[in-house]
Nanobody
Framework: QVQLVEFGGGLVQPGGSLRLSCAALRIFSPSTMGWYRQAPGKQRELVASITSGGRINYADSVTGRFTISRDNAKNIVLLQMNNLKPEDAAVYYC???????????WGQGTQVTVSS
């Protein structure tokens, strides 16, 4: 069983920054790690992902403002969010997906609020 623990959500003013962290207590290798978000009344959407080989994918809406990275030795994925906008407000979920088995796991979610 893969357990994901997320840290770093909170309240920030527009233009501010937050960093989200997700620690996977156990992980299947190779795996893609990523972040999704879900705003009220909207579908969950991919924010950013990074494969075991380091290939990165960003949603168009966050390109240039968000940076995803991972520490394979510690099974941690980070999301640095800069120049936050009100439309970035959502519950952010960590996701880990096995690249060979197809199984995936979700964190419990962390709230990001962008408001003045």
């Amino acid at each position: 069983q893969v357990q994901l623990v997320e840290f770093g959500g909170g309240l920030v003013q527009p233009g501010g920054s937050l960093r989200l962290s997700c620690a996977a207590l156990r992980i299947f290798s190779p795996s893609t790690m990523g972040w999704y978000r879900q705003a009220p009344g909207k579908q969950r959407e991919l924010v950013a992902s990074i494969t075991s080989g380091g290939r990165i994918n960003y949603a168009d809406s966050v390109t240039g403002r968000f940076t995803i990275s991972r520490d394979n030795a510690k099974n941690i994925v980070l999301l640095q969010m800069n120049n936050l906008k009100p439309e970035d407000a959502a519950v952010y979920y960590c996701n880990v997906r096995s690249e060979t088995l197809g199984s995936e796991y979700w964190g419990q979610g962390t709230q990001v609020t962008v408001s003045s």
